[in-house]
């Protein structure tokens, strides 16, 4: 088996001369004041993400500008695989089915939107991922299959087969793609749990760490949609949440949601450190509270990124930081660019920047 450093020598270095380039907070911040969205590309002039306003003032179409981004996403993680050998290639493909799966319920939703509700689709298939992250897979025929029967032979030989053969019908039948979706979450978990531990002893303990967070964040995601769009009873919740051995276990999230008690949630997720954040915890609804501590956690997230990359730089823990730093910083252009073309207020999109 390879060493640390020629498993990760020439990668680190390459990625943490990407990091430097990635877009410096007063930029975003500089967006954020902006008046209006034409004014928000100007602090991106001169970044990769220039090309976001070509794409914008040719296209008036904001919709464009996050089908870019999207793609920017799926590059950073395809990228890495020519670099990786398992099996930490094995885990970074893990992590990049994330994005592979996001894609796959896009099209699925508006396969659903067309055949099962009889919607137009035709103004949203313009953008469609039609690249490739782990799966062969023709998002442009899977749109356009003329039967449930047509699709789900589109995902023969692939990962999705099964859950798709099986939950399409009952999609159709039921009139949502909710428990499709919530297969394809867990499914993506599996994957990342499995591939987590063929890594060797210090890369798994690091990975571990990111998972974890990976898992609460998910499971919060979860909570908000199931109180905002389904109003679930708390008895059901727990069928769609994910176990790791996190700080927090699924059935105490469940019971946090049937109760109310997000403060103890927050307590047993985040610890002490995070005490002085208390009172966020006693504001709003359930919804709003849980949302809150989404995006606390995100932020440990990224804070356990930026940790890992001053200290030892041969191993997943590079990787992983950049994945992050890279997610986050494109989830943050895409909700300021949003937040302009809707009007918020600038105090509104620091609240969820």
Not at 12 to 28: E, H
Not at 210 to 215: Q, S
Not at 293 to 298: A, I, P
């Amino acid at each position: 088996m390879a060493d640390a450093l020629t498993v990760y020598g020439f990668l680190s270095a390459k990625l943490k001369t990407r990091i430097s380039a990635f877009l410096p907070g007063d930029r975003l911040d500089d967006a954020i004041r902006a008046k209006s969205l034409q004014e928000a590309f100007l602090p991106l002039r001169g970044s990769y993400f220039e090309s976001l306003e070509n794409i914008y003032s040719t296209t008036g179409d904001l919709k464009a500008v996050e089908a870019e981004l999207f793609a920017m996403e799926a590059a950073a993680y395809i990228e890495l695989f020519h670099f990786l050998e398992d099996p930490a290639l094995s885990f970074v493909r893990a992590t990049a089915r994330a994005v592979e799966i996001e894609a796959v319920k896009s099209v699925l939703r508006l396969w659903f939107d067309a055949h099962a509700r009889g919607r137009a689709i035709d103004d949203r298939t313009g953008y469609i991922f039609r690249g490739r992250v782990i799966e062969s897979l023709d998002m442009e025929a899977i749109v356009n299959a003329p039967t449930a029967a047509d699709l789900v032979a589109l995902f023969r030989a692939t990962i999705y087969e099964e859950i798709v053969s099986r939950l399409i019908p009952e999609a159709v039948m039921l009139g949502s793609v909710f428990e499709l979706e919530s297969a394809m979450d867990r499914l993506y978990f599996e994957g990342l749990f499995e591939a987590c531990s063929r890594l060797n002893t210090k890369d798994q303990e690091i990975a571990r760490r990111f998972v974890g967070l990976e898992v609460d964040i998910q499971n919060l995601t979860s909570l908000v949609r199931l109180r905002s769009f389904h109003d679930m009873p708390g008895d059901k919740v727990g069928r769609y949440l994910i176990d790791f051995g996190s700080s927090v276990s699924a059935s105490s999230l469940a019971q946090a949601y049937t109760t109310d008690s997000i403060a103890g949630a927050a307590g047993a997720l985040l610890g002490h450190r995070y005490e002085n954040l208390a009172s966020i915890w006693n504001k709003g609804d359930t919804k709003t509270r849980l949302a809150a501590l989404e995006r606390v956690l995100r932020q440990v997230r990224v804070s356990e990124a930026e940790r890992l990359l001053g200290g030892y730089p041969f191993s997943i823990g590079i990787i992983l930081s950049y994945l992050v730093l890279k997610t986050e910083e494109l989830r943050g252009v895409r909700t300021v660019l949003n937040a302009k073309y809707y009007g918020l207020a600038e105090d509104r999109i620091r609240s969820v920047v």
